[in-house]
């Protein structure tokens, strides 16, 4: 169902390409999981301090793709820890209260995104 929904959406935009037809422009469905994907490597993590928005209360799935174990932060109220393995770690996460939550490693001290909570 969702999948013919999303065809039916690229059908649409390759329709109105003229008008430009970005993710962007997509209303944010609040039920709908948010995957952001995080790949850790040769010491280093992307994404880099990138914004993501998300609504309060969306599934969010932090799906890590890593060459050693770690720790993620969540700097949200309370904060909460991960730790992910060597491959692929999917982490479910939910935040409830509006604002901006920084997604860190502090193995590597960087910010990996900030979530824009609203
Ligand atoms: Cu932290």
């Known amino acids: 169902?969702?999948?013919a929904l999303?065809?039916?959406?690229?059908?649409?935009?390759?329709l109105v390409a003229a008008t430009g037809c970005g993710e962007d422009e997509e209303p944010e469905d609040s039920t709908k999981t948010k995957t952001i994907e995080i790949t850790f490597a040769d010491g280093s993590v992307t994404?880099?301090?990138?914004r993501v928005d998300v609504k309060v209360g969306q599934p969010i799935e932090l799906v890590v793709?890593?060459?050693a174990e770690g720790e993620i932060h969540v700097h949200?109220?309370?904060e909460k820890e991960f730790t992910y393995s060597e491959g692929t770690t999917t982490l479910p996460l939910t935040i409830d209260k509006a604002g901006v939550v920084d997604v860190e490693s502090h193995n590597l001290e960087q910010v990996i995104v900030q979530l824009e909570v609203e």
């Open 6 to 14: 999303a065809t039916a959406a690229v059908l649409a935009c390759t």
């Open 47 to 50: 994404p880099n301090g990138e």
């Open 1 to 3: 169902m969702r999948r």
């Open 65 to 67: 793709k890593a060459d």
């Open 76 to 78: 949200s109220t309370p």
